[in-house]
């Protein structure tokens, strides 16, 4: 089966940091991509900027170098290289200073009509700056999109100095803040299995579901990036934003139409429906972790405190947290959220877990009835399982199984699975924010955050040591187990 690829119009792409991590990493293989697709046609121009000096020769080596060591050799080609390196170009531009402004305006003079995406993969202390340059200098016109990358701030109060500089210069609609989890083809799934099938809305409630499970987690350490994790921390890392927004996409209503508009507003309900976590609760309903020297798959790792050279950092490598939805559909069912650096799997998924059954007919020799469970994975594997009893096939009388029905077709079918980035960065040219963060989520998510931050703040207690390559601290399998529940931890699903 070929999937279908509908062209976009021609647009100019103008990456801030095109020399960056995310450019060499996500970027220019997303657009490499969809351009080796056939949706990226015409004139379509890619200007990429930094203060490197560099010339569109130098450029293009690099976007090669990135393509070829970030793209897998079977999902590209020569040929398709050198075409789209053709698209790109170089200009050295400070986004802090006046250099090289000019040039990017006589660059995209002329091209007032087309469509104009600015992709800021800066550090986010830009965003604002950058914005006013662009206002400043006449190059917002209509058609142009701005695209914002986590974090927005490190909370509500810096979120909101974020918003109003960038909002001072884009209308709401032009701005899109990326959440690549959006764009993973699981995620899309989720929505396509509880809003195109009436089997699973009827069913999609307290009444029904036990509880769910949503885990980010990293065999990595900060690789790199100390100096920026440890100003953050995994709640604001990975929970204000990748996990909040999974937690919205299984528990929202259903909207009334997928646009824009119905399906934020339904993920900001939500987000505004979760249980405050502050300094009354915090320690019974989380557990932060900081790992200490343990193993990885390539041996042994030094703690967290060594790495950063840091020996007094109290930030959290993990987070649990046990979330609730306070709406007549969730009342009652928790929402178990971890995450951490240093775990012992890379693993990102949802475990959606099914209440048991209400009475058994079985007698106690077919075997255990495990309760149904519908798990979405979105990395290493991405795909969507549910997990269901069924009758060991063969002879010798009635046993029962638990088994994976398969419910991810991409491969069956042999489609290539896409990266979210490309998804996304296609969302922008074409305008569809769906798959993107509206102020207000942002901000309501950082409203959720913020008391937990400061209740850990007031707390005495540093994060709890768990060793690296683990599943975090004990306190995080208490913190479940103490509810009579267990993680889903080795994928086994
Ligand atoms: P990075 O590797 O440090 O790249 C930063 C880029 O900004 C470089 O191209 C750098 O080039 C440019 N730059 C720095 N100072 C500048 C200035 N004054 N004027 C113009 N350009 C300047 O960072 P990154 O990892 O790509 O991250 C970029 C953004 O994406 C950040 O907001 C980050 O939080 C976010 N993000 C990254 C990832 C990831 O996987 N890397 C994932 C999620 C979110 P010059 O030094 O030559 O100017």
Known sequence: MVSRVISVDTFDFVIFGGTGDLARRKLLPALYQRDRAGQIVG?????????????????????????????????????????????????????????????????????????????????????????????????????????????????????????????????????????????????????????????????????????????????????????????????????????????????????????????????????????????????????????????????????????????SSQTETFVAIKAEVENWRWAGTPFYLRSGKRLAERMSEIVVSFRPIPHSIFDSSAGQIIANQLVIRLQPDEGVKLQIMIKDPGPGGMRLRSVPLDMSFADAFGVRNPDAYERLVMDVVRGNPTLFMRRDEVEAAWHWIDPIIEAWGQSAAPPKAYRAGTWGPSAAVALIERDGRTWHEDGAG
Request: charged share 25%; with cysteine.
């Open 43 to 311: 004139d379509t121009r890619i200007i990429a900027t930094a203060r490197a000096n560099l010339d569109a020769a130098g450029y293009r080596k690099l976007a090669r170098e990135a393509i070829e060591g970030f793209v897998k050799p079977s999902e590209r080609d020569d040929a398709g290289i050198e075409a789209f390196l053709q698209r790109l170009s170089y200009l050295s531009v400070d986004a802090m200073g006046d250099g090289g402004w000019k040039d990017l305006a006589a660059t995209l003079k002329g091209a007032q009509d087309r469509i104009r995406v600015f992709y800021l993969a800066t550090s986010p202390d830009f965003f604002g700056v950058i914005s006013s340059k662009l206002g400043a200098n006449g190059l917002v016109t209509p058609a142009t999109r701005v695209v914002i990358e986590k974090p927005v701030g490190k909370s509500f109060k810096s979120a909101t100095v974020v918003n109003d500089a960038v909002g001072k210069v884009f209308t709401e609609q032009q701005i899109y803040r990326i959440d690549h989890y959006l764009g993973k083809e699981t995620v899309q799934n989720l929505m396509a299995l509880r809003f195109a099938n009436a089997l699973f809305e009827p069913i999609w409630n307290a009444a029904h579901i036990d509880h769910v499970q949503i885990t980010v987690a990293e065999t990595i350490g900060v690789e790199g990036r100390g100096g920026y994790y440890d100003t953050a921390g995994a709640v604001r890392d990975m929970v204000q934003n990748h996990i909040l927004q999974l937690l919205c996409l299984v528990a929202m209503e259903p909207p009334s139409a997928l646009d824009a508009d119905a399906v934020r507003d339904e993920k900001l309900k939500i987000l505004k429906s979760l249980k405050p976590i502050d300094e009354r609760n915090v320690n019974a309903l989380t557990v932060r972790g900081q790992y200490d020297a343990g193993a990885s798959a390539d041996g042994a790792v030094p703690g967290y405190l060594e790495e950063i050279g840091k020996p």
